[in-house]
């Protein structure tokens, strides 16, 4: 299984940016897809997940109403719309996905690499 993230990259405060991942090897349509993010110096941070059919969505306090996560079964791929971006969301930005749309984002089993986005002031 790969998850491939595409997307990051220089942004002003303000501005928005589409994340995409594709996965490949397995089909995560009814199970679990989610983003998280990792800026230097601090913890991985869960953002946004999408699980199960028709596709439950759960969103982190920090990012609701700014974030929305998206996936497309046909394309195996999960996306994460995000608006108003603030500097401090400075950071590598990773997909994971379980085929089980109950696991917890701490035990998704599939990890992609990451999309670096950087929000300048």
């Known amino acids: 299984v790969q998850l491939q993230a595409s997307g990051g990259g220089l942004v002003q405060a303000g501005d928005s940016l589409r994340l995409s991942c594709v996965a490949s090897?397995?089909?995560?349509?009814?199970?679990?897809m989610g983003w998280f993010r990792q800026a230097p110096g601090k913890e991985r941070e869960f953002l946004a997940a999408i699980a199960g059919i028709p596709g439950r969505t759960y969103y982190a306090d920090s990012v609701k109403g700014r974030f929305t996560i998206s996936r497309d079964n046909a394309k195996n791929t999960v996306y994460l719309q995000m608006n108003s971006l603030k500097p401090e969301e400075t950071a590598i930005y990773y997909c994971a996905a379980d085929l089980d749309p109950q696991s917890g984002w701490s035990t998704y089993e599939f990890w992609g690499r990451g999309t670096q986005v950087t929000v300048s002031s």
């Open positions: 090897g397995r089909n995560f349509g009814s199970g679990a």
